[in-house]
């Protein structure tokens, strides 16, 4: 990463904080209920996933009685966040791996790892990707590791921070190192709400973009007009 780049990416993180103001986590999970609620979130909608957390939740109010429920019930209780037959056996998985080497379902332990260690754990369990790894180490850990999803991805290619063609997950590895940690989770916050309503897949706003002086896709497309 150039210095150039550093500059650049603080830049953007202090226009974003102008335009949408410091950001934190609605509210703080422990780390197993992360890992859960994460799992439930994927190829979802927030909303959708809140209520299976939710169902979840109240059918089995602790997780060792998910762990070891019938795997058809867990599917049930999670159907409706969608692809619940794949993720009710992940969850289930994930909470018997963690009690079967630890002894107990807590995942504290991670805060006395490395952050490669700490991912390298966390990815080996079935269904655990990076996001789902760093979402974990960022909010419920307060570990320094940046989680991209498909708003952050999208945005900082656009934005030029990382190279057009960069993999998701090649960009967990190129925004933490062009970052300062304590960035971390309000640029993460903050890129995705500007995806959601501004940078968005299919016809970015780049006309109302407080960021379009920054960016190399509205460079390009100014150019090109």
């Known amino acids: 990463m150039t210095i150039a780049?550093?500059?650049?990416?603080?830049?953007?993180?202090?226009e974003l904080?102008?335009?949408?103001?410091?950001?934190?986590?609605?509210?703080?999970?422990?780390p197993v209920s992360e890992?859960?609620?994460?799992?439930?979130?994927?190829?979802?909608?927030?909303?959708?996933?809140?209520?299976?957390?939710?169902?979840?939740?109240?059918?089995?109010?602790?997780?060792?009685?998910v762990r070891d429920a019938a795997p058809e019930e867990v599917i049930s209780a999670i159907r409706i966040a969608g692809l619940a037959q794949q993720k009710g056996p992940h969850i289930q998985e994930a909470l018997r791996r963690i009690s079967d080497e630890r002894g107990e379902l807590s995942l504290e332990f991670?805060?006395?790892?490395?952050?490669?260690?700490?991912?390298?754990?966390?990815t080996g369990i079935k269904?655990?990707?990076?996001?789902?790894?760093?979402?974990?180490?960022?909010?419920?850990?307060?570990?320094?590791?940046?989680p991209v999803d498909t708003h952050i991805h999208r945005v900082t290619r656009r934005l030029g921070l990382i190279p057009a063609r960069a993999s998701r997950e090649k960009a967990?590895?190129?925004?933490?190192?062009?970052?300062?940690?304590?960035?971390y989770c309000s640029f993460h916050l903050n890129v995705i709400r500007l995806g959601?309503?501004?940078?968005?897949?299919?016809?970015?706003?780049?006309?109302?973009c407080r960021l379009?002086?920054?960016?190399?896709?509205?460079?390009?497309?100014?150019q090109a007009s």
């Open 17 to 30: 904080l102008r335009t949408f103001g410091e950001q934190a986590p609605w509210s703080r999970l422990d």
């Open 5 to 14: 780049l550093e500059k650049k990416a603080l830049e953007i993180h202090q």
């Open 212 to 222: 379009r002086a920054l960016c190399d896709f509205a460079a390009q497309d100014q």
């Open 110 to 122: 991670l805060r006395g790892m490395s952050i490669p260690e700490a991912k390298a754990w966390l």
């Open 35 to 65: 890992l859960v609620s994460t799992i439930l979130s994927q190829n979802t909608n927030d909303q959708l996933r809140d209520q299976a957390y939710n169902s979840l939740r109240q059918r089995f109010p602790d997780w060792a009685l």
């Open 196 to 208: 959601r309503e501004v940078c968005q897949a299919r016809r970015p706003r780049c006309e109302i």
């Open 127 to 146: 269904g655990v990707g990076p996001k789902t790894a760093a979402i974990i180490l960022l909010f419920s850990l307060d570990m320094p590791a940046f």
């Open 172 to 183: 967990h590895e190129l925004l933490e190192s062009l970052l300062p940690p304590q960035t």
